[in-house]
């Protein structure tokens, strides 16, 4: 299931940014976006009473004719259509206002579960003050303080439990992949080579594809897919356009709902900086990946392309040393017939699982070939190995002290595991724990 999506909407200065900066970053149960290979997420993540959900803030909106009205509103209006859960947040300073009361007929419009929040009620007079706010047709308002932090639980609380219910994909056995990638790479055109029909529209326009959108088939050997073409992903300092910008959460949306992603690079342009940051958002997510260089076709080769290609690509995107790399023409169909296979393989890497006696064989035979670091005169001690996890690969492994487990060492372990099993494919995740 798709992660939920909650939007936070008001008019100007009720404290929307507040709020929302409060809940992306203060530790009250609340995970931050995740450091690493991407940063510059447009939207910010986290978890509440285990449930996980997507959060976006929004312009305020005003009536008057201001300077980029029109585009603020589209932004809230994408947000709106976006959302499962929808934050109102009024001021309890300023009481009801006509913009209030105008904002609460295009909710109304949404039919969106709307949660109305009273911000600014700092002190108990406050919050004694915001019964009034029934008026807007929302229900029971809570009184909240962006700047105090106080009210945020009951808020949270509010906000998961509106969330949609979980859909048991038990009986789904199909493998879910998506396409992914900066505009204008050729998903779509993939896509229809793939299925061969025109299931999904065709431009040579950057940015054509506008939502997800799923398509099942089956493969000759009877394996069930369920095929995710996502909108491309624009880089942070061109997202002008409102539906480009949320054009990047769908794609996430997209990652998370699938088994493997294939990162679509395009052959004739090579890579650009931006691939790096889209293709480190599955990453992260801990799917198996396939890039997949397109419009092969077109590039100039002799004997030696290919390969100058994929060592210059490996060079490039050394946090995916463990992708597989295919080289494909959705003009020409060349390879495409590989994909299913392909994407099977790493599907059944991703959900390898490994004996804890086999792991510690092969730990035994690392640490013989490499002894463990020495640091200030403590030197590392590993006990034991085991798997706790798949989808993906996610190993423990007990020492006598993880700050000695320096991330070179580290990798040097997850190498040994990939030498000692077919895990091509999908990251593996290893995590070091104190024996107790």
Do not use: C
Not at 3 to 12: D, E, L
Not at 115 to 128: F, G, M, S
Not at 413 to 424: C, E, G, K, M, T
Request: no cysteine.
């Amino acid at each position: 299931m798709a992660i939920p999506v909650v939007a936070i909407v008001g008019r100007p200065n009720v404290g929307k940014s507040t709020i929302f900066n409060r809940i992306a970053r203060e530790r009250i149960s609340i995970v931050e976006d995740t450091p690493g290979v991407t940063r510059d997420r447009i939207y910010s993540r986290g978890i509440w009473l285990n449930h996980e959900f997507s959060m976006i803030d929004t312009g305020g909106i005003e009536f008057a004719d201001q300077p980029f009205m029109t585009q603020i509103r589209n932004q809230v209006d994408i947000a709106i259509d976006e959302a499962d859960v929808i934050v109102f947040l009024v001021n309890a300073r300023e009481g009801i206002t006509d913009a209030d009361e105008r904002i609460a007929q295009i909710l109304y419009r949404s039919h969106k579960e709307v949660i109305l929040a009273v911000n600014k009620a700092d002190n108990p007079e406050q919050r004694q003050d915001i019964y009034d706010f029934y008026s807007l047709g929302f229900g029971e308002p809570l009184p909240v303080s962006g700047t105090q932090g106080t009210g945020l639980g009951d808020l949270l609380d509010a906000i998961v439990a509106h969330f949609p219910a979980e859909v048991n994909d038990d009986d789904d056995h199909s493998i879910k992949f998506s396409l992914i990638g900066r505009p204008n790479v050729g998903k779509s055109s993939l896509v229809n080579a793939i299925l061969g029909e025109e299931r999904v529209i065709v431009s040579n326009i950057e940015g054509t594809t506008r939502d997800a959108i799923d398509t099942r088939f089956t493969d000759e050997t009877g394996q069930e897919f369920t095929m995710i073409d996502t909108a491309g992903i624009r880089k942070r300092g061109r997202v002008y356009e409102a539906t480009e910008k949320y054009a990047v959460m769908r794609a996430q949306r997209a990652i998370d709902r699938s088994d493997v992603v294939l990162f679509v690079i395009d052959g004739a342009e090579g890579l650009r900086e931006q691939d790096k940051k889209v293709a480190g958002y599955a990453h992260e997510a801990g799917r198996a990946i396939v890039i997949l260089v397109n419009k092969w076709d077109l590039v100039e080769k002799d004997t030696k392309t290919m390969g100058e290609f994929t060592e210059k690509l490996r060079g490039q995107l050394q946090y995916l040393e463990y992708a597989p790399i295919i080289f494909v023409s959705a003009v020409t169909k060349q390879r495409l017939k590989q994909l299913p296979e392909l994407i099977k393989t790493v599907s059944e890497n991703q959900q390898r699982r490994i004996q804890s006696a086999v792991l510690n064989d092969v730990l035994l035979r690392a640490v013989a070939i490499t002894p463990t670091p020495n640091v200030k005169g403590h030197r590392l001690r590993v006990y034991y190995l085991t798997q706790v996890a798949i989808k993906p690969p996610t190993f423990v492994v007990f020492v006598n002290d993880p700050d000695l487990f320096h991330f070179s060492y580290q990798r040097f372990l997850v190498n040994q595991l990939r030498q000692s099993f077919d895990f091509s494919g999908t990251p593996i995740r290893l995590i070091a724990r104190k024996r107790k």
